[in-house]
């Protein structure tokens, strides 16, 4: 395996790096995501500039994959091939979406928010890994 | 309008930390897959190493700033706990969650992700609706 001793660093300044951008962006914050979401309320737009530009330089990273054969650090890209829409992929985005809705909280800001020590980020942490739990105990063997 | 563009500027260091991962690491940078193998055992070291780093963004911004960014939560405990649920099922179920769809799926142009993003805007939409509406 290639330069596998390097690759936890990586994983760390990309993390860092998320967390950072999430606690700038304004969207560590559950009111503003619910305020994304209401959109039949008081709809505040700024997710989706945070989105828009997540995605434009997420492309640009894209555009200079297709001329690599390979990572830097592995051996090859993993990136997922199928392109089927199935059930489980739009019942379990459903989902996913009423709990977002719900609690304001997505994975990735959930996380990083943790480090603010709030009971609530706490406590949806623990119930989010339960979650993840239960779903990989309930249809297990199934690739992810 | 400066608050848009401060969103936009965080935006762009969340895909710059999408394109690092992918580009360094060959992986794509979903939050919910990565958690989802450091529970399993899968490549720990890696994987709990880039949730330690989404820990620590936080902290940097605090030594940058020296004020903690805002996180005002107003659900109440026990709907707190089934979002957490519901978030932790379902984006395993669907195979990814706002980061790995919405951000590198949507980067990737991905049939799948592109679905799944209107899936969960559509569901997450429906959610706010129910809370204003009985004003939970």
Redesign the interface.
């Known amino acids: 395996m290639r330069h596998s001793k390097l690759r936890p660093v990586a994983a760390l300044a990309a993390g860092t790096l998320f967390g950072f951008g999430l606690a700038l962006s304004g969207m560590l914050d559950p009111v503003r995501v619910q305020g994304f979401l209401d959109i039949f309320g008081a709809w505040d737009p700024s997710l989706a500039f945070v989105l828009g530009g997540a995605v434009a330089v997420a492309m640009a990273g894209m555009a200079w994959l297709r001329r690599m054969s390979r990572p830097l650090l592995a051996d090859r890209f993993h990136v997922p091939m199928n392109s089927r829409i199935d059930a489980p992929l739009v019942i379990g985005s459903a989902i996913f979406g009423l709990g977002w809705g719900l609690g304001g909280f997505c994975p990735g800001p959930a996380l990083a928010s943790l480090s603010l020590g709030l009971t609530p980020t706490l406590v949806f942490v623990a119930f989010m890994l339960a979650g993840m739990i239960a779903h990989d105990r309930f249809l297990a063997g199934r690739p992810s | 309008m400066t608050?848009?563009?401060?969103?936009?500027?965080?935006?762009?260091?969340?895909?710059?930390?999408?394109?690092?991962?992918?580009?360094?690491?060959?992986?794509?940078?979903g939050?919910?897959?990565i958690?989802?193998k450091v529970?399993?055992g899968i490549d720990v070291?890696?994987?709990?190493?880039?949730?330690?780093?989404?820990?620590?963004?936080?902290?940097?911004?605090f030594a940058a700033f020296h004020h903690?960014?805002?996180?005002?939560?107003?659900?109440s405990?026990p709907?707190?706990?089934?979002?957490?649920?519901?978030?932790?099922?379902?984006?395993?179920?669907?195979?990814?969650?706002?980061?790995g769809?919405?951000?590198?799926g949507?980067?990737?142009l991905?049939?799948?992700s592109i679905?799944?993003?209107l899936?969960?805007?559509?569901?997450?939409?429906?959610?706010?609706?129910?809370?204003?509406g009985a004003a939970l």
């Not at chain 2, 936009?8 to 690491?25: D, K, R, T, V």
């Open positions: 608050s848009y563009l401060v969103s936009l500027l965080g935006g762009a260091l969340i895909g710059l930390s999408c394109a690092i991962l992918l580009i360094l690491n060959g992986r794509i940078a939050v919910s897959g958690v989802g529970v399993q070291w890696t994987n709990a190493a880039f949730v330690a780093g989404l820990l620590l963004g936080p902290v940097v911004y903690w960014p805002t996180v005002t939560v107003t659900a405990l709907l707190i706990m089934l979002a957490g649920l519901l978030v932790g099922f379902g984006s395993r179920m669907g195979s990814g969650c706002t980061s769809h919405g951000v590198m949507l980067a990737r991905s049939p799948r679905a799944a993003v899936t969960f805007l559509a569901s997450g939409i429906a959610a706010v609706a129910l809370l204003r």
